[in-house]
Nanobody, 119 residues
Framework: VQLQASGGGLVQAGGFLRLSCTMSGRTFVNYVLGWFRQAPGKEREYVAQIYWAASTHYADSVKGRFTISRDNAKNTVYLQMNSLKPEDTAVYYC??????????????WGQGTLVTVSS
């Protein structure tokens, strides 16, 4: 299974971006999808996740500003990011874990897409 992320770029504070991540090689609906990010000099952190039935969960730092969604027909998960702040600057990664897994660990990772928010 492979994940291909896209949609990063440079945006001013207060602006918006939408990230996309497409899965190939597996049955998309069987996977929980997540977004993570890693800022320069910091550890990777959790951003949001969406379950197979489309329930969602967010980190407190993005709640109310970011929206995760999925299109099972297109094998794609999205991250709509609004009201962006300079502290949102990071490489964003999509990840997947099988819904039947006994572990909450994400086992498949995309290559990352850079989001830069200027002040």
């Amino acid at each position: 299974v492979q994940l291909q992320a896209s949609g990063g770029g440079l945006v001013q504070a207060g602006g918006f971006l939408r990230l996309s991540c497409t899965m190939s090689g597996r049955t998309f609906v069987n996977y929980v999808l997540g977004w993570f990010r890693q800022a320069p000099g910091k550890e990777r952190e959790y951003v949001a996740q969406i379950y197979w039935a489309a329930s969602t969960h967010y980190a407190d730092s993005v709640k109310g500003r970011f929206t995760i969604s999925r299109d099972n027909a297109k094998n794609t998960v999205y991250l709509q990011m609004n009201s962006l702040k300079p502290e949102d600057t990071a490489v964003y990664y999509c990840a997947a874990r099988h819904r039947a897994s006994s572990s909450n660990e994400y086992t498949v990772w995309g290559q990352g897409t850079l989001v830069t928010v200027s002040s």
